[in-house]
């Protein structure tokens, strides 16, 4: 593994695309730590210490740290992501958007476009939000933005807006110029990013006893074990076989090779852990309009982050939007369509309804241990916060995120290596990201 290491530098070109990559990323880092103008950054970071483990503490993991210090880049590339998923809702319920599709280069690159232009939309909608939301904390008498009004709203809707454009710009630039994945790989950099100082924090508990080296170890073993289950479900799949019969037009032979359909024991993703977060937060967040009702107060403890009725149902949604996006992002009747069309089979099945019916029947088998999986490393975090007291965020949709995209970037270098001739990082066996 080692020479593949080295190999990896000898070759100029892929050389050149992870530096660019790892300037990218720089720049993105930079960028985290200009904040917006007006905002009192140090009373902004006491009331995120206060909402670690919410809806907000999730958004500000996934920005890096960019919310909890009010910086130009507070939004991450989160309206990117979110304007990508309702393109991609849009791409199986809408006619329009499924011709697009259908339609190849052309087609996609109109739905990138359009991609852009909801993505500022949303920017600017979520940049005005922010700039009330902020204007409202106060930790204690001290207001986290001392002079509110008209023209704090207007620069912080236009910075957070253009720092979006920016991100997403970088993206794209890391997709076409770097070494790919340029969204994923900067959300995983914002993630990483505070791993240093949660280590550091960690380090400090240990040297004053309010650790002991032993919960360490442990910890550091169960570490391990854990992101390794999770490599290893992330790239488990159902192999389906796939038949195709031979084909003769003029005087070749076409077809009669065997192949296999691959699905993925959890197609969703992360998508369901965001969608279950969302609804959990929409209805502690609608009760505290009516604060001065005792009723309200308990509702708002009922869901409070680490209780048994929050993990319950939290566990509960994820497994229903799992199954919900499921059936979104993969269409069985239109792989049995396209299996049929070019003379493909599955060995004792029908082609048509029967073949869609099987893959259905695969898919829903396929998901519910999944999402079980996917559940239980997501209030993972939650228990060692409130009954370990770990000082940091482990587990969750971080790991999840990470895991992936080193999965993927992994196989794009080792893809690299072996068309150049060089072995890959594994002499037996090839990695696989979380698309293959």
């Given at each position: 593994?080692?020479?593949?290491?080295?190999?990896v530098?000898?070759?100029?070109?892929?050389?050149?695309?992870?530096?660019?990559?790892?300037?990218?990323?720089?720049?993105?880092?930079?960028?985290?730590?200009?904040?917006?103008?007006?905002?009192?950054?140090?009373?902004?970071?006491?009331?995120?210490?206060?909402?670690?483990?919410?809806?907000?503490?999730?958004?500000?993991?996934?920005?890096?740290?960019?919310?909890?210090?009010?910086?130009?880049?507070?939004?991450?590339?989160?309206?990117?992501?979110?304007?990508?998923?309702?393109?991609?809702?849009?791409?199986?319920?809408?006619?329009?958007?499924?011709?697009?599709?259908?339609?190849?280069?052309?087609?996609?690159?109109?739905?990138?476009?359009?991609?852009r232009?909801?993505?500022?939309?949303?920017?600017?909608?979520?940049?005005?939000?922010?700039?009330?939301?902020?204007?409202?904390?106060?930790?204690?008498?001290?207001?986290?933005?001392?002079?509110?009004?008209?023209?704090?709203?207007?620069?912080?809707?236009?910075?957070?807006?253009?720092?979006?454009?920016?991100?997403?710009?970088?993206?794209?630039?890391?997709?076409?110029?770097?070494?790919?994945?340029?969204?994923?790989?900067?959300?995983?950099?914002?993630?990483?990013?505070?791993?240093?100082?949660?280590?550091?924090?960690?380090?400090?508990?240990?040297?004053?006893?309010?650790?002991?080296?032993?919960?360490?170890?442990?910890?550091?073993?169960?570490?391990?074990?854990?992101t390794?289950?999770?490599?290893?479900?992330?790239?488990?799949?159902?192999?389906?076989?796939?038949?195709?019969?031979?084909?003769i037009?003029?005087?070749?032979?076409?077809?009669?090779?065997?192949?296999?359909?691959?699905?993925?024991?959890?197609?969703a993703?992360?998508?369901?852990?965001?969608?279950?977060?969302?609804?959990?937060?929409?209805?502690?967040?609608?009760?505290?309009?009516?604060?001065?009702?005792?009723?309200?107060?308990?509702i708002?403890?009922?869901?409070?982050?680490?209780?048994?009725?929050?993990?319950?149902?939290?566990?509960?949604?994820?497994?229903?939007?799992?199954?919900v996006?499921?059936?979104?992002?993969?269409?069985?009747?239109?792989?049995?369509?396209?299996?049929?069309?070019?003379?493909?089979?599955?060995?004792?099945?029908?082609?048509?309804?029967?073949?869609?019916?099987?893959?259905?029947?695969?898919?829903?088998?396929?998901?519910?241990?999944?999402?079980?999986?996917?559940?239980?490393?997501?209030?993972l975090?939650?228990?060692?916060?409130?009954?370990?007291?770990?000082?940091?965020?482990?587990?969750?949709?971080?790991?999840?995120?990470?895991?992936?995209?080193?999965?993927?970037?992994?196989?794009?270098?080792?893809?690299?290596?072996?068309?150049?001739?060089?072995?890959?990082?594994?002499?037996?066996?090839?990695?696989?990201?979380?698309?293959r």
């Amino acid at each position: 593994m080692l020479e593949s290491v080295r190999n990896v530098w000898k070759i100029p070109d892929l050389r050149k695309k992870i530096l660019f990559t790892l300037l990218m990323i720089a720049v993105y880092r930079l960028g985290g730590h200009i904040p917006v103008p007006g905002v009192n950054t140090q009373v902004l970071k006491m009331y995120f210490e206060q909402m670690r483990g919410t809806l907000l503490g999730l958004y500000d993991i996934f920005v890096g740290g960019n919310l909890a210090r009010a910086t130009i880049f507070a939004l991450g590339i989160m309206p990117y992501i979110s304007a990508s998923i309702i393109l991609q809702i849009l791409g199986a319920t809408i006619p329009y958007y499924q011709r697009l599709i259908k339609e190849g280069e052309e087609g996609r690159r109109k739905i990138n476009q359009h991609t852009r232009y909801l993505t500022v939309a949303i920017a600017f909608i979520q940049s005005l939000g922010i700039s009330v939301f902020l204007e409202s904390i106060k930790v204690g008498d001290i207001p986290v933005v001392p002079n509110p009004g008209f023209f704090f709203r207007f620069c912080t809707i236009i910075t957070m807006t253009a720092g979006t454009i920016f991100i997403m710009w970088i993206g794209e630039l890391i997709t076409e110029k770097g070494i790919g994945n340029g969204i994923s790989l900067l959300i995983m950099a914002g993630i990483l990013g505070r791993f240093p100082n949660q280590m550091l924090s960690f380090w400090r508990m240990l040297k004053s006893g309010a650790k002991s080296w032993t919960f360490a170890l442990a910890f550091g073993v169960f570490a391990v074990l854990v992101t390794a289950a999770v490599v290893i479900i992330t790239q488990a799949q159902r192999r389906i076989p796939v038949q195709y019969a031979k084909r003769i037009v003029g005087r070749r032979v076409y077809g009669g090779q065997s192949t296999h359909l691959p699905l993925n024991f959890n197609a969703a993703g992360i998508i369901p852990i965001i969608f279950a977060q969302s609804a959990l937060m929409f209805v502690p967040s609608f009760a505290q309009l009516f604060q001065r009702y005792p009723w309200a107060q308990g509702i708002v403890d009922l869901f409070t982050p680490g209780g048994w009725f929050y993990n319950t149902l939290y566990v509960l949604l994820i497994i229903l939007f799992a199954y919900v996006y499921t059936s979104i992002v993969i269409n069985p009747q239109e792989l049995a369509d396209n299996m049929k069309k070019y003379g493909g089979f599955i060995p004792g099945i029908r082609p048509g309804k029967p073949t869609a019916d099987y893959i259905d029947k695969v898919m829903t088998r396929l998901t519910l241990p999944g999402a079980i999986f996917f559940a239980m490393i997501a209030i993972l975090p939650t228990i060692l916060i409130t009954k370990y007291h770990l000082p940091f965020y482990f587990g969750g949709t971080s790991l999840l995120i990470v895991v992936g995209v080193m999965l993927d970037t992994v196989q794009q270098i080792e893809a690299q290596l072996l068309m150049r001739h060089y072995e890959g990082f594994m002499r037996k066996g090839r990695i696989r990201g979380r698309r293959r």
